[in-house]
């Protein structure tokens, strides 16, 4: 993309970075219907004068019933739903098709797999340790220890760990089931260029593949309370060594924890 398109509309509006393989494809849908609302804005308010002085009554101090003969404004509108059809039809139902459409499967082993959880007024980030399994969940387990309401019992779960930080690996695909525990939360990743409502009772997924290194912070785009505007986790983005040493140790150290637990 030219360097100077890209400045006169992503920079001048203040779009944050984009950290994220689909990211340009995002801004750069953002960037044409910025350009073809400014070329409507103009067009519409150039028109609006025109009108002005064509039909001011200096100009026409006798009412004239006819009106406007010409069909320019007819045939404009119809050039505007045409465009407004590319728009819709050539990038954002493309788009949405990936989201949708090219989730991973789940028999992808370098798929890296997160559960985000959303409560009044926190994210917790849940992690299927090195067996790449989750554990079971129950409501009924959740309490002050247990915020996602693991079943310790199930074996899938001896590894399994939490993050109040959404750690993420450069450079592979990442899916995130989001659910939430009460009311409907949205976890926002802006630099990401994704987000997605988090339900009671539902586990819904996004993905993407982070492409850059950063730390960011995660937001709730859904109003959930009084404290909605509080509710702020962070997103971390690092190389992928750094990221299997990470959650290798954690992995490791959760599951040692069980196996004392059930020692005692």
């Not at 090195?130 to 915020?147: C, H, K, Q, T, Y």
């Not at 990743?189 to 850059?212: C, H, N, S, Y």
């Not at 950063?214 to 986790?233: E, S």
Request: aromatic share 10%; with cysteine; hydrophobic share 45%.
């Amino acid at each position: 993309m030219d360097p100077v398109f890209a400045f006169s509309i992503t920079k001048f509006l203040g779009q944050p970075e984009a950290a994220s393989r689909h990211a340009g494809q995002i801004d750069h849908m953002n960037e044409v219907v910025h350009w073809f609302m400014l070329v409507l804005f103009v067009g519409w308010t150039l028109f609006f004068f025109v009108t002005l002085c064509k039909f001011h009554r200096k100009a026409n101090p006798k009412a004239s019933y006819r009106g406007i003969t010409s069909h320019f404004s007819t045939h404009l509108e119809i050039i505007v739903v045409l465009v407004e059809v590319v728009l819709l039809l050539g990038f954002a139902y493309q788009l949405w098709s990936e989201r949708v459409d090219g989730i991973p499967s789940a028999t992808d082993k370098d798929v890296v797999r997160i559960r985000a959880v959303g409560e009044q007024f926190r994210w917790s980030f849940h992690y299927a340790g090195e067996d790449g399994l989750f554990g079971l969940v129950s409501a009924e387990r959740i309490d002050a220890g247990n915020p996602v309401g693991l079943v310790k019992e199930d074996p899938s779960s001896k590894d399994d760990f939490l993050s109040p930080e959404l750690m993420l690996p450069k450079g592979r695909k990442v899916v995130i089931q989001v659910t939430a525990k009460d009311v409907i939360h949205n976890l926002a990743l802006v630099p990401m260029r994704i987000q997605q409502d988090a339900i009671p009772g539902m586990e819904i997924p996004m993905w993407f593949v982070p492409t850059k290194t950063g730390r960011w912070d995660i937001v709730c785009a859904q109003l959930c309370g009084a404290a909605h505007a509080k509710m702020v986790a962070k997103m971390k983005c690092v190389e992928d060594a750094e990221y299997q040493d990470w959650a290798s140790g954690r992995s490791k150290a959760a599951k040692a924890a069980a196996v004392a637990v059930a020692k005692n």
